[in-house]
């Protein structure tokens, strides 16, 4: 972490988030409102943890014009790198083969290569890159592609029996200001009872917000909606899936009233028409060589191998969720806030229907100074290559509990810096 602090900074600019400022206190103070305080939790059991978002920003749209002004640039879109191409050694790329669909291909060549795909693609591109390395581009070890990770999401009820919470940080009141507040466990209790991460919010659910109606409206709006900001109480559509099916605009229509009074309850958030609370936690998942990105023998547009994601978690992870929610339940009612849910038996060990991902895809291309633990070296390298970095949560060596956004957008800016002082300097 030492290491990423002075990009952390940029990476606020880079992802226009107004300050770089955590102190829950300060933010309090910042936000003004009767409603903006902190839960009292014993500081040895749980505290609150700052959250700031940006706009959001849409790099392509923010960016777009300084992009097209520079002289030093080029940008290609809906290019589709297809392969890389190294010596016969595999250890200096020489090329990239690249395609649209529309039949356009072309090769492009360069001194050094940073992959930006994601979590997903980056690997897929090393393991497809097999002409000379039979096992793919820095796959000495067989670790492109393992240790996939996530941040599970899971919904519990809370009972709250005056259904108000001295508090409203811990939802999304105050997302119009980029802050939310979180739960979390100190450092101390993790180290002490042996648990990952974790972090959860407090969801106020107003009336109206169960009926097909407003589900519908919601599922619809979230499968259409570009930041793909979850729900906490329905769950996300699928990947890729656009438009409204006629069944939710039947829905809709069939409780249009309960739809709209829903709808207007969201907005404005009126204290006395809270009909329930969700305590929707938001775990770190331990790293998993069996959690993995594989190729398969279906074929894309291109002709190319398509992948198979077989995401796995280990049971540290869902022990971190159910004993953070002990102690949730265990500080809330010690408050006289109110008591989680009762915890169905068979979700102890197993995990819930609601469990889905935070659209967060990490570790599959890691970082570490070993090429036996790793896939690329400290400065983002990868092993056993001379010229090809990879830039992304995809070199996530843990996963944390926190979205990998300004992180990932810090270690791209470490990655600049250290190309530009290191390699550019001397041509």
């Not at 080029?74 to 392969?83: D, I, K």
């Not at 109606?213 to 570009?226: K, V």
């Not at 010690?334 to 819930?352: C, D, K, M, N, V």
């Amino acid at each position: 972490m030492s290491a990423l602090a002075p990009f952390y900074r940029q990476a606020h600019r880079i992802c226009q988030v107004a300050l770089d400022d955590y102190d829950p206190e300060r933010a309090m103070t910042e936000l003004g409102h009767p409603r903006a305080n902190l839960l009292p939790f014993d500081p040895a059991r749980l505290e609150t943890i700052i959250y700031r978002f940006s706009p959001p920003t849409r790099f392509g749209k923010v960016y777009r014009e300084a992009l097209r002004r520079a002289d030093d640039l080029r940008c290609y879109l809906h290019a589709n790198v297809l392969a890389i191409t190294t010596d016969a050694s595999a250890r200096t790329v020489t090329r990239l083969a690249v395609g649209t669909l529309s039949g356009v291909g072309f090769n492009v060549a360069a001194r050094h290569y940073v992959l930006a795909a994601g979590g997903i693609e980056n690997p897929r591109l090393l393991l497809l890159s097999n002409d000379v390395v039979s096992n793919g581009l820095g796959n000495q070890y067989d670790l492109v592609g393992r240790f996939f990770m996530e941040h599970p999401h899971t919904n519990r009820e809370l009972i709250v029996p005056t259904r108000q919470l001295p508090s409203a940080i811990y939802g999304e009141k105050f997302l119009r200001r980029a802050i939310m507040g979180r739960i979390s466990l100190p450092d101390a209790l993790q180290r002490q009872e042996r648990l990952l991460n974790y972090s959860a919010n407090l969801h106020p659910i107003y009336f109206g917000q169960d009926s097909e109606g407003w589900l519908a409206l919601r599922q619809a709006l979230l499968s259409m909606s570009r930041s793909r900001r979850s729900d906490p109480f329905i769950r996300l559509p699928p990947y890729g899936r656009k438009g409204v099916s006629p069944s939710e605009i039947f829905d809709m229509v069939r409780e249009l009233d309960q739809t709209v009074i829903a709808a207007l309850l969201r907005v404005f958030q009126p204290n006395r028409f809270i009909r329930e609370f969700v305590l929707e936690s938001k775990p770190e998942q331990a790293p998993n060589p069996d959690s993995r990105v594989t190729l398969t023998d279906a074929r894309d547009a291109f002709g190319l191998r398509r992948v198979k994601l077989d995401w796995r978690m280990l049971p540290i992870d869902r022990r971190t969720v159910v004993r953070g929610e002990e102690i949730v339940d265990a500080e809330l009612r010690r408050l006289g806030i109110g008591s989680t849910a009762p915890l169905p038996p068979a979700e102890i060990e197993s995990w819930p229907a609601s469990l889905e991902g935070g659209w967060h895809q990490l570790g599959t291309t890691r970082m570490h100074a070993d090429v036996k633990h790793g896939v690329v070296d400290p400065n983002a390298c990868v092993h056993g290559m001379s010229n090809l970095f990879i830039a992304g949560g995809s070199v996530f060596p843990t996963g944390g509990s926190a979205p990998p956004t300004l992180t990932i957008v810090a270690l791209a800016v470490r990655l600049a810096s250290y190309l530009k002082q290191n390699i550019f300097r001397l041509r």
